[in-house]
């Protein structure tokens, strides 16, 4: 096999082990476009931009639109959303120095082994040119940043077990205390990027050409292609593309569409009978597991140096023969009445830009699904939307969970998990095992969602208990 191929973790174990044995080196490969799962003249063939979206191009990347940019700008009207929010956060006036941001997002992106995003702000913390020690690794930065470390593993893996003792341990008066203007600012980035990294894996982002020609601390941190087919799945992989009931399955999720509308209006579940809808599902979610993830996953070496303790990773909200934590019930903290207040308070606008963003992803529509037009989709988004809450232990007392088992194929569910809970793992196969007449572009709109949904669980769980800390 050649050091071109993408594989799987099964198969790079055993050439890593032929490697350290023989001594070889294997050369780094980019694939070509701007993702490894979507062919490249259908993301550049994509709707013009608006003024706007250019003139956050032209201030954050130099009028060029890198990999992930193009991927996302398949759906230009929540691009321009992303990118106000992107820049606001990195560049505006904040709470936090420019320096402090970027090494933020370099170790919420090391979360996830995202080598993408962080060669990306590795080096736009060397261009701000101070503290460039930090970049050797987190021992070398201060102490008030790796005071971070804590929350930062818990928000990327297990937000829920955040609490105010979390929060009251970085704003406690000290030499390294934060305050909570600042500490909002640095939560915000922390899930940005945690929800970003889930976006680049899950839409086969490339890394830029750019990022694999630099030299200095960056040169080490760029990564091999995006995990996409391994050469031991050849012989399944035409089932992708030619499964005979590919058009079956459309029309069956369609019929499913109508007979649940139906069925709403007829429909006067009790409040006991909702609850144990979203009970079973919740449950049912623990089954949803990937084949091959046996072995534990650690960040590679060059990226460990901003990892604290790499061990800790994903683990269900609902764990069989565990006491588990309680649901986090929506009604008593949602972003809508409680996270967006208290964000816009301590961190002057940002609460705007980051519900527009999550309004955006769950209600941009073309009103067409696959071949079909004139399509209401909105049950479907808000199904994969709630998917992802109910993964984190967030209920929805109006929301009716019997509807996600029956418009989300199991494929599609192991996609899901695998995107939200540990992206770095995500294939191409994966991609390819769900939805297969849909367009590209509908795939990329699903990783959306699930990007927002994730980065608002990670959110509500932090909010609230920085809301408990205060009061």
Not at 155 to 173: C, D, E, S
Request: aromatic share 10%; glycine share 4%; net charge negative.
């Amino acid at each position: 096999m050649n050091g071109t191929a993408n594989i799987c973790n099964h198969c790079r174990n055993l050439i890593r082990e032929k490697i350290t044995e023989k001594g070889i080196k294997m050369s780094r490969h980019i694939s070509t476009g701007p993702s490894s799962f979507i062919p490249e003249n259908e993301i550049l063939g994509t709707m013009p931009l608006s003024d706007s979206t250019v003139m956050f191009l032209d201030e954050d990347f130099s009028s060029r639109m890198d990999n992930l940019t193009q991927v996302m700008g398949l759906h230009p009207h929540y691009l321009q959303a992303f990118l106000r929010c992107h820049y606001y956060l990195l560049r505006m006036d904040g709470p936090l120095p420019l320096h402090y941001r970027h090494y933020i997002a370099i170790m919420a992106a090391a979360r996830h082994q995202c080598s993408m995003l962080v060669s990306h702000h590795v080096q736009e913390f060397e261009q701000i040119g101070v503290c460039s020690e930090w970049l050797r690794g987190l021992e070398f930065c201060p102490q008030r940043l790796r005071k971070l470390n804590e929350i930062n593993k818990i928000l990327a893996h297990r937000p829920w077990l955040i609490t105010k003792q979390h929060i009251k341990a970085l704003v406690k008066t000290g030499e390294h205390s934060w305050s909570l203007a600042e500490l909002v600012h640095a939560v915000v980035l922390l899930t940005h990027f945690h929800a970003l990294a889930s976006f680049v894996f899950g839409s086969g982002v490339n890394p830029d050409p750019e990022s694999t020609e630099v030299n200095g601390v960056t040169a080490d941190l760029c990564p091999p292609a995006i995990p996409g087919l391994c050469t031991c799945h050849l012989t399944n992989s035409n089932q992708a593309n030619g499964n005979s009931n590919t058009g079956s399955e459309l029309e069956a999720l369609m019929e499913r569409m109508q007979r649940l509308l139906v069925e709403r209006e007829d429909d006067d579940a009790s409040e006991e009978e909702m609850f144990t809808r979203f009970e079973k599902e919740k449950k049912e979610s623990l089954l949803v597991v990937s084949a091959g993830f046996a072995e534990e996953v650690v960040p590679p070496s060059p990226m460990i140096r901003f990892v604290d303790d790499p061990s800790f990773g994903y683990q269900d909200f609902a764990r069989h023969g565990e006491d588990n934590p309680p649901t986090f019930k929506a009604q008593d903290y949602s972003w809508e009445d409680h996270g967006f207040s208290l964000v816009n308070r301590l961190y002057s606008d940002i609460g705007h830009l980051l519900d527009d963003k999550f309004r955006t992803a769950c209600d941009l529509t073309y009103y067409n699904m696959a071949s079909h037009e004139g399509v209401d989709t909105s049950m479907l988004r808000r199904a994969l939307f709630n998917y992802v809450h109910c993964m984190y232990g967030i209920r929805y007392d109006d929301y009716d969970y019997g509807e996600v088992n029956q418009l989300l194929e199991r494929s599609l569910k192991v996609y899901i998990k695998t995107v939200t809970c540990y992206p770095e793992r995500t294939t191409r196969r994966m991609y390819e095992s769900y939805w297969h007449q849909f367009r590209h572009s509908e795939k990329v709109h699903v990783n959306l969602l699930l990007m927002e949904a994730r980065m608002q669980a990670e959110l509500l769980y932090a909010l609230r208990a920085i809301t408990h800390y205060m009061t």
